[in-house]
């Protein structure tokens, strides 16, 4: 385990366990759909949960990226996330499959959900690897999230601290002193 963290949250084996779960939930939505959803990956957090669940999804996807930001360099959101890389896909009359990796405040999905229903989307499913209920400030919700968890911060498997930690290969909570010193 790395040095800066106090414990492990998911194991790499207890990762592909909740990323089978989440695409065998998103076969049985989409069975009967007639066209390929869009995949949207929330750049830069969820990139290895994206990548893992669409993989494992036995319904074709199109892929896509948009890139959000709401930290800078901190453990708390500014409440204003900013997309930093729009999506090259048209979302109008697509069934479009959100992967996030936390919904931690909700602003973030509040603002995709405006964004893509905004530009057309025929539908909007979001699925989460984590959500932090006890953390939420606007009424919003996953359709589907693997794992709960309380205020830790997390880093590992996508998850950064100041763009550290993203590519190990499991999560874990960060040590607090590394980020309230
Ligand atoms: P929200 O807009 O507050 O819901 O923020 C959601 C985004 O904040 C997530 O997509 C993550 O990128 C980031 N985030 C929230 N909690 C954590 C955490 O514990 N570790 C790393 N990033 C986090
Ligand atoms: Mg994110």
């Not at 074709?60 to 204003?80: H, L, R």
């Not at 499959?97 to 539908?123: F, Q, W």
Request: glycine share 6%; with cysteine; hydrophobic share 40%.
């Amino acid at each position: 385990m790395d040095k800066d963290l106090a414990s492990i949250v998911l194991t790499e084996e207890q990762i592909t366990q909740k990323v089978n779960a989440a695409a065998a939930w998103l076969d049985e939505r989409f069975k009967d759909a007639l066209t390929p959803p869009l995949a949207i990956s929330v750049l830069k957090g969820s990139v290895f949960f994206f990548c893992d669940v669409v993989r494992a999804m036995k319904t074709k996807t199109q892929i896509d990226f948009m890139t959000v930001s709401s930290y800078g360099n901190s453990a708390e959101t500014s409440g204003v996330p900013k997309i930093v890389m729009d999506l090259s896909a048209s979302v109008h009359g697509r069934d479009v499959i959100l992967i996030e990796d936390i919904v931690d405040s909700g602003h973030t999905l509040v603002r995709m959900k405006d964004l893509i229903i905004g530009r057309g989307a025929k539908s909007f499913t979001v699925v989460a690897l984590f959500d932090k209920p006890a953390r939420r400030q606007v009424d919003i919700k996953a359709d589907y999230s693997c794992f709960e968890t309380g205020d830790e911060f997390l880093v590992g498997y996508g998850l950064d601290y100041a763009q550290q930690y993203r590519t190990l290969p499991y999560v874990g909570i960060l040590k607090r002193e590394i980020y309230e010193k």
